[in-house]
């Protein structure tokens, strides 16, 4: 059986990760793609698609197709959750990008649907996918740490703030990079813990240095007027169990402390770090240890590539639990709680007060 893939948003995530990974597998084929710029629609057809493949601007539309079995996703933030929302009442299956949704309200909305239809509904977590990911979440699993009691959650640039598309707009997105690429590390975390029960969350966003012009990035000087996220945000998370997080999310920070999608892991057994590699640390016989993890190109458990390549082990996992109608890695309810997290440090720097979850 050959899957039939309509690709809705066909910009930088959908070329750089969905589209490419998709075109490798020979389960599926991509028959429709959709963008609000039909150039790019276009051009994603010709790189991706065939001569049969359709081409349109409006959603709905493309969503009409009865013959299209899973929709991916790809917009800017503010219309994850109605187009995931209309795609599964339409009989898709959905894979959204991250994060889950704007607000947490839109996320139970997203998996109200899915409930409701019967349709898998994952989210774009690819990190969980990474071969360091995949190996410490199995010394998670098997309690090699024992309770994990402390966390660092970390998602940290010096200056790489994305200055294209919507990233700077926080109607559209909904935040900057706590909701863009904290919300990564905060799902690894969350993962490796296996603690999706929080208490309390308090933080701080911080506008500091958006204003500035002409500043050093990466992706070149940003525009201060256009800057409406903040750049950076710090929040602190207590579980209903005692455990305790922290997340560190900075598109623009004055430090020399980088790293995106990474977790430091403190446990009653021992603790682990993506800081330098995949680290493992304990001790045995009245001496501290540290062990250096070397990963081989042996691939994930449900991917077996020949090299570390995230975003093809989550579109192979995705597509195979529909065909063999498996649960996915990534559960949405799991997203759900991601969200709700994030959504509450927002609300903490606001109100300056630390906001309490049911």
Known sequence: MT?????????????????????????????????????????????????????????????????????????????????SIAAMEAGKHVMCEKPMA???????????ASKRTGKKL????????????????????????????YARAKAIRRRAVPTWGVFLDEEAQGGGPLIDIGTHALDLTLWMMNNYKPKYAV????????????????????????????????????????ATIVLEASWALNTLDVGEAKTVLCGTEGGA???NGL????????????????LGADGVDFYDGAQDDPALAEASQWIDCILNDKEPVVKPEEALVVTRILEAIYKSSETGQPVYFD
Request: glycine share 8%; charged share 25%.
């Open 3 to 83: 899957l039939k893939i309509g690709i809705i948003g066909c910009g930088g995530i959908a070329n750089g990760k969905h589209m490419p990974a998709l075109k490798k597998l020979n389960e599926v084929s991509m028959v429709a793609f959709c963008d609000i710029v039909p150039e790019r629609a276009e051009q994603a057809k010709a790189d991706f698609g065939s001569e049969s493949s359709a081409v349109y601007r409006d959603y709905k539309e493309l969503l009409k197709d009865t013959t299209i079995d899973v929709i991916h996703v790809c917009t800017p933030n503010i219309s994850h959750a109605e187009i």
């Open 102 to 112: 704007k607000t947490t309200e839109e996320a139970q909305a997203m998996i109200d």
């Open 122 to 149: 994952t989210i774009g977590y690819q990190n969980r996918f990474r071969s360091d990911s995949d190996y410490l979440h199995k010394v998670c699993e098997q309690e090699g740490l024992g309770e994990i009691y």
């Open 203 to 242: 933080g701080n966003a911080y506008h500091k240095l958006s204003g500035k012009k002409n500043a050093a990035n990466a992706w070149g000087p940003w525009d201060p007027q256009k800057f409406t996220v903040e750049d950076s945000a710090i929040g602190f998370i207590t579980m209903e169990n005692g």
């Open 273 to 275: 770090d993506m800081e």
């Open 279 to 294: 680290r493992i640390n304990g001790e045995n016989f009245g001496k501290t240890y540290t062990q250096h993890i070397e």
